[in-house]
């Protein structure tokens, strides 16, 4: 009974070679979704940018491991910052992820290596010395699993099979987003609407000084350190059934309802649905702002028609990873995702403080020289020099101060400046 290779492998007690190779050529071709895109803009200030890149892979030179990276960048006060991260955020990203991981610890590696590699933007940004600001949503797609990374206001949103839109993003703005005016505040900021003659106040709600409408940015150096790089990461598992994302600027959003775009494009290949979506914001608001949008599909594969199995209760991503920092509305949402089978959660946070987002580092930040290397910027330390993420933090008495992850000086001096503890710009010698 059974086939050759059954016959083969009961007899010998082995699996050939060949027939593992095959076995595994099999399974991915029936599990891996196919990814198609499209995008389309329109420019008002030359500042929105985004990048695509379908050709990315976890093991070089081995196409199995292939993923793919969406991004939207809605620059501000120029276009530099956009620019700067559009160039440098995925190489910064990746090289904070540990080498010779399988594919289920790499990607329980991304939601802290997005962190550094957002952080490591910004420390570089700002060490050109150059003013402008940029939000940043960050996508990664790499078989059914789908990982967002955002600062600022440019959004992502999922329209699964079934008609259920999401949102897997949060505005970073301080006039809808209270937890961020409260941290912007507590850490030194002030917070308040632009006053013109006479007194009266316009405008939506600023962070001063700068007065910028975001809590998170990557650049803008002349304004407070509270305004963080630091990013709210989701990542969730698409049932195979697969989906769509719609990731845009503003100029979309401030136009359309989540709700709207999604239904806007429905039944049409990304590349249309991406000019679509653009279309109905203008005709909404007309061109008043840039105005970006990268449509992504993941299509369930043409022979794949085994039903999703449903959501597991709890996964070990989850025991991992998901505590106690997730918001009521991200509480209730998952609540409903997974009431109906969409996607599986399997990450999400979105504090502000980097000594939650780095997490304790079993490995006591070695680096492969044997020497401790920052978390954040991936350059060896001498001993003297690293200080654990944890010292003189209120996690100092639940965590050990001399336990990785280490920052090099640098980083340690930006990260009290984000959390206000120190005023910001100002170098501790
Ligand atoms: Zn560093």
Not at 405 to 420: I, Q, V, Y
Request: glycine content about 10%; overall charge positive.
């Amino acid at each position: 009974m059974g086939s050759r290779e059954e016959r083969y492998q009961n007899h010998h007690g082995l699996v050939p070679l060949a027939a593992l190779i095959g076995r595994e050529m099999r399974s991915e071709k029936m599990e891996k979704p196919t990814v198609r895109y499209g995008c389309a803009a329109q420019s008002r200030k030359g500042e929105d940018y985004f990048l695509t890149k379908t050709d990315c892979q976890r093991v070089l030179g081995n196409p199995s491991s292939s993923f793919s990276v969406f991004a939207v960048f809605d620059g501000h006060n120029g276009n530099a910052a956009a620019i700067f991260s559009r160039d440098h955020l995925l190489n910064y990203v990746l090289s904070a992820i540990p080498r010779g991981l399988g594919r289920d610890e790499w990607l329980q590696a991304l939601p802290r290596a997005l962190v550094a590699g957002f952080v490591k933007a910004d420390k570089e940004f700002q060490s050109k010395g150059q003013t402008s600001g940029t939000t940043v949503t960050f996508v990664i797609v790499d078989g059914w699993t789908v990982t967002v990374a955002s600062v600022g206001d440019s959004r992502c949103i999922l329209d699964a099979q079934g008609g259920a839109v999401c949102e897997l993003t949060v505005d970073h703005r301080l006039e809808e987003n209270v937890e961020e005016r409260e941290r912007v505040t507590a850490s030194g900021g002030e917070v308040g609407r632009l006053s013109i003659v006479g007194g009266a106040q316009v405008g939506p709600l600023r962070c001063w000084p700068g007065g910028l409408c975001l809590s998170r940015s990557i650049g803008d150096m002349d304004v407070g350190e509270f305004i963080v790089p630091i990013p709210y990461v989701k990542q969730v598992k698409l049932s195979n059934a697969g989906g769509r994302l719609i990731i845009a600027s503003d100029g979309i959003w401030d136009a359309l309802s989540s709700e709207m775009a999604a239904k806007s494009c429905r039944g049409l290949p990304a590349e249309l649905a991406a000019r679509q979506v653009v279309k109905e914001a203008l005709r909404a608001r007309g061109l008043k702002d840039d105005t970006t949008c990268v449509v992504v599909d993941i299509i369930p594969p043409d022979n794949s028609v085994q039903p999703s199995p449903p959501p597991k209760k709890k996964n070990k991503f989850k025991a991992l990873f998901f505590r106690k920092h997730s918001r009521d509305s991200a509480l209730k949402l998952s609540k409903k995702l997974s009431a109906v089978g969409i996607v599986e959660e399997l990450f999400e946070e979105g504090s502000a403080m980097l000594a939650e987002r780095l997490g304790n580092d079993n490995s006591n930040g070695q680096s492969t020289s044997g020497l401790f290397m920052c978390a954040i910027c991936q350059v060896d330390l001498a001993q003297s020099e690293g200080l654990s993420v944890h010292a003189g933090s209120i996690f100092s008495t639940s965590s050990k101060p001399w336990q990785g992850p280490f920052l090099c000086s640098d980083c340690r001096n930006k990260k009290d400046a984000m959390e206000g503890k120190r005023p910001s710009g100002v170098k501790v010698a």
